[in-house]
Structures are given as C-alpha cells and as structure tokens.
C-alpha cells in the first residue's frame, strides 16, 4: 500500500496491484469506456473518497460495481469500506509515479471534450 491510500476500516479488504503491478496497457483500457472515464473525473473533482452511491451514472447498479472493479484492478483507483459504504479514491500519485503527467492529461482532454465544456 502507497502513503496515500487509506488503510482498511472495516469490512473485507479488496486487493489492488501494487504501483509497479499498474500496466500502461490496463490504465488506458479503464481509462477508455466512457462511464469509468466519467468516474474518474468525478473523483479527481469530488471530495478524496467518495462512495459509488455519490455517482449520478446511466447504468445499472451491478453495471457500476463492474465500472468501480475495472478501475480497481487496473490501479487507478484505491476502494476500502468505512461500516457499509466502498469509498474509492484516484491513485493519482502512484499513476502520476508510474507514468508521468498520463492522468492529467486524460482528465484535461475528458474536461475540455466533455458537453458544455
């Protein structure tokens, strides 16, 4: 676990790779899909954890659970539970260790080509 992931409150802790186990290749797939994108976005302008409920998504919830494993499993995203809620936060410092300036630029692009932008 990296100095910025919150360590397990409670419930089952849920595994992550480690920040050399984080693969160009599986960030850019999580990355890719539109709603994972949208979810991103929401936590690197939400508050530092913010539980999968908070998310307003065109999707259904075990669809959003999918979304929220997706970013998990590809390291861009750390989730821990506090009593009943799974908080997720943006790995943004292990990703920005990793590849450097990759998730600013992503969510620069997703800002500037999102509706209304």
């Not at 050399?20 to 949208?38: K, Q």
């Not at 292990?94 to 600013?104: H, I, Q, T």
Request: hydrophobic share 40%; proline share 8%; glycine share 8%.
């Amino acid at each position: 676990m990296s100095p910025t992931e919150p360590a397990v409150t409670s419930g089952r802790p849920l595994a992550h790779p480690s920040v050399a186990e984080i693969g160009l290749e599986g960030v850019l797939r999580a990355l890719a899909d539109p709603v994972r994108l949208r979810i991103v976005r929401g936590l690197a302008d939400g508050h530092p954890d913010m539980a999968c409920v908070a998310f307003d998504l065109p999707v259904s919830k075990s669809t959003t659970t999918h979304h929220f494993k997706v970013l998990r499993e590809a390291g861009v995203i750390h989730q821990h539970y506090e009593g009943t809620s799974r908080l997720s936060r943006l790995r943004e410092a292990d990703l920005e260790a990793r590849f450097p300036g990759l998730l600013a630029a992503v969510l620069e692009a997703a800002r500037r080509t999102a509706p209304g932008a």
